[in-house]
């Protein structure tokens, strides 16, 4: 059995111009907004479902803010990780992680909701 993370390969959007690209060629394509966002606060990390014209549905955004909450506070409870404040928001065609300290823990939560929210099956 491989492990589903490792399927995923997240864009890395340095600046705000770079991520207004990726909306624009996600709208663009009918496809799901998701990535890591680079500011030079830290690191975001973004999942929009609008570019598709999609939503998740209950359960699926349920088990997307488990996995957020676990992930977030696996980060904020390891001493070797720096961070600095982290906030969450999750609905269901929208979720955002910010403001991460390192691109290594921004991977880390992308990965671990990535094959919830972009598996079609998992969308209302």
Same mark, same amino acid.
């Given at each position: 059995?491989?492990? =589903? %993370?490792?399927?995923?390969?997240?864009?890395? +959007?340095? /600046?705000?111009?770079?991520? !207004?690209? *990726? $909306? =624009? %060629?996600?709208?663009?394509?009918?496809?799901? +907004?998701? /990535?890591?966002?680079?500011? !030079?606060? *830290? $690191? =975001?990390?973004?999942?929009?479902?609008?570019?598709?014209?999609?939503?998740?549905?209950?359960?699926?955004?349920?088990?997307?803010?488990?996995?957020?909450?676990?992930?977030?506070?696996?980060?904020?409870?390891?001493?070797?990780?720096?961070?600095?404040?982290?906030?969450?928001?999750?609905?269901?065609?929208?979720?955002?992680?910010?403001?991460?300290?390192?691109?290594?823990?921004?991977?880390?939560?992308?990965?671990?909701?990535?094959?919830?929210?972009?598996?079609?099956?998992?969308?209302?």
């Amino acid at each position: 059995m491989t492990d =589903a %993370q490792d399927e995923f390969k997240i864009p890395v +959007f340095s /600046g705000k111009a770079a991520v !207004e690209a *990726g $909306y =624009a %060629q996600a709208q663009q394509n009918g496809v799901p +907004f998701f /990535g890591i966002e680079e500011y !030079e606060e *830290g $690191y =975001a990390v973004t999942y929009d479902l609008l570019p598709a014209d999609e939503e998740l549905a209950p359960t699926a955004r349920k088990e997307v803010e488990t996995r957020l909450t676990a992930a977030v506070e696996d980060i904020v409870g390891d001493d070797g990780l720096a961070t600095v404040e982290v906030s969450k928001s999750v609905n269901d065609s929208l979720g955002n992680v910010s403001m991460l300290e390192s691109e290594a823990s921004a991977r880390r939560i992308a990965q671990a909701i990535a094959p919830i929210v972009l598996n079609t099956a998992n969308w209302a």
